[in-house]
């Protein structure tokens, strides 16, 4: 008996250890870690399972992977510091997890460890490219348009050399928004010649988010959005100190930036920053000559305080900027004869020489914001959010005008817009998320008296509500997010044309939507995909225009019985993440109705005050469709190359025709060198700017497009530590071969080429 009872046991141990050995350990745990606060990424918690005595610690996008688990039961553990430990028992019996884990923050009374500042994080699964950390400081001097083409899929739309204007797939204006922390930046953005009002010194990252995201920001964001975020302000005791001097040789430009920050000792949780830069140049140079009265003097400061809390956060927030513009006298001609002679020469048939100097035609603008903003932890699921924002721009335009006129500005307007918004966030421990809110605007727009000219646009009042709801699951790899948003507009127009008043009353509104998804396919590759509806109000001087845009050298006409825009736009990426290759690769489709263009007419209009040409505002459908691409691959621990390029298309599907100024197919490539140390900053490297011609014109235009070009730039960067500080060195060289070209979405490329070889050194002091 026994020995059957000892041969059955044998029998089922060498069963068991049959099916042990047969059995696969194929499963896999894939997460994702974010803050529960405010679905923010964690990066490098740290993930840990006892039983099989592995881990991993989550990526730039708070996702992990652990893989060759056998079937079981697992006990697995979070951690990161200042926040809860998750501790949480995983059933892999069934098959592979794929799940979301959300960490609470906790208070230490560890030295060193104090509570950080607030800054919102922006979710959303549409396409996202950042500035930041190193990239960032070497787009610093240059204006934000310019900084921004660091970027597949964004160019710009500019007026000579210092006013550009950045385009997201072919939008630009109205149908972007610039959010200046966290304020939507209100000027008069309508004009092609109207650059933002910012200074890009602020910025602590700049973001661009591709997709349509009215449903998050409201109508004017159809075609995308643009963040201007600072750092969050301290919450202890410590000073950080960022110096910039930088200078250039084309327009013998100089610039300095200053921006300090500090907390307080006695309150925990208090902190301030002040920040304040000055900038002058004179007339650019083309390769080949200088560019008459293309100079620019700008200053602006800014200056934050604010207070945070494990329940309470509380900001104020203050800027001004304040511009003045050249702009080339060459634009504004005297006689038909005259303009028709300089677009046939292609240059001005003068060359002044360089000077500071800054006459008529010029812009001065000036811009105020100021911000107050708290958030309230109502639970630790719920936040409530209450932002209120106040601007002011100033605008004035002079013109080259006899006598005392010659001193009034031609065009004079004042803005005065106030924003509210009021918003709840939750967040939950289960795989959901969301934010609920409403919000306000209420612009009042002036000509001031004494131009002696008939107001381009005239006064309006314009007031838009808007409410809203966005819900997200976000599990493991997976997320997806809908969003629901109504907005009502009106408008109250007045002016006197001829001794007559004319008014109108006006309303507009709509629905905007969206539905989005991202899933991480694998530990390298993402997969986003988003689908949103847009629609966008006709702005009051496409309505209302009537007369010469002093700014554009132009002649405007607008036609009150436009309608609204509305869109739909499809926006798909994936992107690899591997050892020594990244890439991303964007496509997207936008059908847009009653797209709202401005279509030279092929006329002139001759005054005493010289020969314009002749615009209108129009109206058809439209679809757009395109491709970004960007990537780099390390050869070597040493070298490195990258590219990224970008196509549009863009059709008048009623006309069967292209729409004007929309960008050429362009692509920049370039390689890098590193030395010394890998810690430490000390790159080299040359890069190659192509751009073709745009063979796709509108059926008019005052000048054919200009050829294809191809620029080559050399950059150099070097850090030094000294101590616990830093000195950063750069050397920038644009146009290193002094190439004659002239950039299609160059509103001056009839009468001129575009700048010439610059270079610029860049000194930057970190303490």
């Not at 031609?410 to 939950?428: K, M, P, Q, V, W």
Request: glycine share 8%.
């Amino acid at each position: 008996m026994k020995i059957k009872y000892s041969a059955l046991l044998l029998l089922l141990f060498a069963l068991q250890a049959q099916l042990s050995f047969g059995q696969k350990c194929d499963l896999s745990i894939r997460g994702k870690i974010i803050h529960l606060e405010n679905n923010e990424p964690i990066i490098g918690a740290y993930v840990w399972i006892a039983e099989s005595n592995t881990g991993a610690a989550s990526d730039e996008n708070g996702n992990f992977f652990i893989k060759d688990l056998c079937p079981g039961m697992y006990n697995l553990t979070i951690q990161y510091l200042g926040h809860k430990e998750i501790k949480e028992t995983i059933d892999l019996t069934t098959g592979p997890l794929n799940k979301t884990f959300r960490m609470e923050e906790e208070s230490m009374e560890l030295s060193g460890v104090e509570i950080h500042g607030h800054r919102e994080a922006v979710q959303t699964t549409t396409s996202v490219s950042s500035l930041y950390g190193e990239a960032l400081l070497e787009t610093r001097g240059e204006n934000l348009g310019e900084s921004l083409k660091r970027i597949a899929g964004v160019t710009t739309f500019s007026t000579g050399n210092s006013i550009s204007k950045p385009v997201i797939h072919g939008m630009h204006s109205n149908r972007i928004m610039i959010l200046n922390n966290g304020i939507r930046l209100e000027g008069q953005q309508w004009g092609a010649e109207h650059a933002p009002e910012i200074d890009p010194f602020i910025a602590d990252e700049i973001t661009v988010i591709k997709g349509a995201e009215t449903v998050r920001f409201g109508p004017e964001a159809m075609g995308g959005v643009i963040l201007v975020t600072p750092a969050a302000l301290p919450t202890k005791k410590e000073s950080l100190t960022n110096i910039h001097l930088l200078g250039a040789t084309n327009g013998q430009m100089g610039n300095i930036s200053a921006t300090h920050s500090s907390g307080s000792d006695k309150i925990k949780g208090l902190g301030y920053r002040v920040q304040g830069s000055a900038k002058r140049a004179g007339n650019i140079k083309s390769p080949d000559y200088y560019q008459g009265n293309t100079g620019l003097s700008e200053y602006s400061a800014s200056a934050a305080v604010g207070y945070s809390s494990a329940k309470l956060g509380v900001e104020g927030y203050y800027s001004f900027f304040n511009t003045t513009l050249g702009i080339l006298k060459d634009s504004h001609t005297g006689n038909l004869d005259d303009l028709e002679n300089i677009i046939a020469n292609g240059r001005p048939f003068s060359d002044p020489g360089f000077t500071y100097d800054i006459t008529n035609p010029k812009q001065v603008v000036t811009h105020h914001l100021a911000k107050l903003k708290s958030h309230y932890h109502l639970s630790d699921r719920w936040k409530l959010n209450f932002q209120y924002g106040f601007q002011f721009n100033n605008r004035q335009e002079y013109d080259k005008r006899r006598g005392d006129l010659n001193e009034r500005p031609s065009l004079d307007l004042e803005l005065y817009t106030n924003t509210i918004d009021l918003f709840a966030d939750h967040t939950h421990i289960n795989e959901f998320s969301g934010t609920w809110g409403i919000n306000l605007i209420q612009q009042a727009n002036s000509n001031i008296p004494g131009t002696g000219v008939t107001p381009l646009i005239p006064n309006y009042d314009m007031m838009n509500a808007g409410i809203y709801m966005m819900e997200k699951y976000s599990k493991g790899s997976l997320e997806l997010e809908v969003g629901l948003r109504f907005d009502i507009r009106s408008i109250s127009t007045a002016r006197y044309v001829q001794s007559v008043l004319e008014e109108a009353d006006l309303n507009y509104q709509n629905f905007s939507a969206f539905l989005g998804g991202l899933y991480q396919l694998s530990p390298r590759v993402t997969f986003s995909s988003n689908l949103g509806s847009a629609w966008r109000a006709p702005n009051v001087n496409e309505l209302f225009s009537q007369g010469l845009h002093h700014g554009a050298a132009a002649v405007e006409f607008g036609d009150p019985d436009l309608d609204s825009e509305k869109s739909f736009k499809w926006v798909n990426e994936i992107a690899y993440d591997g050892e020594k290759t990244h890439w991303e690769l964007t496509a997207y489709t936008n059908q847009i109705q009653d797209y709202i263009y401005l279509n030279p007419t092929g006329e002139t209009y001759v005054s005493l005050r010289g020969t314009f040409n002749v615009y209108e505002y129009l109206q058809a459908d439209a679809f757009f469709y395109g491709f970004d691409l960007s990537g780099s691959y390390e050869f070597t621990d040493k070298i490195s190359g990258y590219a990224k390029g970008s196509i549009i298309r863009a059709k008048n599907t009623e006309a069967d025709n292209y729409f004007p100024f929309i960008p050429s197919d362009r692509m920049d490539w370039g390689m890098s060198f590193e030395f010394g140390k890998k810690q430490q900053t000390n790159k080299l490297t040359l890069s190659n700017m192509l751009v073709a011609r745009q063979n796709r014109e509108p059926d008019y235009d005052l000048a054919p497009a200009p050829p294809g070009y191809s620029l080559i730039n050399l950059g150099y960067q070097r850090q030094f530590p000294i101590g616990n500080d830093k000195l950063n060195i750069g050397l920038q060289v644009q146009n290193l071969l002094n190439s004659s070209y002239k950039e299609y979405m160059n509103r001056f490329r009839y009468f001129t080429d575009d700048i010439g070889r610059n270079i610029m050194l860049k000194i930057n002091y970190q303490f």
